[in-house]
Nanobody, 120 residues
């Protein structure tokens, strides 16, 4: 079992910035990835940004140019720098970590979520 602990959410005005952080209880980037998702109300969680163990990144179109994902230690942490925030970025943000299983399939773990609220 892997535990993910997020921090950094809060309330910010439109145009402001926040930095989310997530720490995993084991080494992730030797073989896996870490990512940020967000969920608005009862809708499905959607990918915001993903950082793979080869250093490649993926972003949703809605955050490209405003959000940056990185790993401060390259081992078990991931950060999401969010700039120029908009009211539509308001959501619960979840950290996710995973890697492929030798026997097929994958191991995937989620954090508890952190609320980000952007006021207009």
């Amino acid at each position: 079992q892997v535990k993910l602990v997020e921090s950094g959410g809060g309330l910010v005005q439109t145009g402001g910035s926040l930095r989310l952080s997530c720490v995993a209880s084991r080494l992730i980037f030797s073989e896996g990835y870490m990512a940020w998702y967000r969920q608005i109300g009862g809708k499905e969680r959607q990918l915001v940004a993903r950082l793979s163990n080869d250093g490649s990144t993926d972003y949703s179109d809605s955050v490209k140019g405003r959000f940056t994902i990185s790993s401060p230690n390259g081992e078990n942490t991931v950060a999401l720098q969010m700039n120029n925030l908009r009211p539509e970025d308001t959501a619960v943000y979840y950290c996710k970590a995973g890697w492929a299983a030798a026997e097929g399939g994958s191991y995937d773990y989620w954090g508890q979520g952190t609320q980000v609220t952007v006021s207009s």
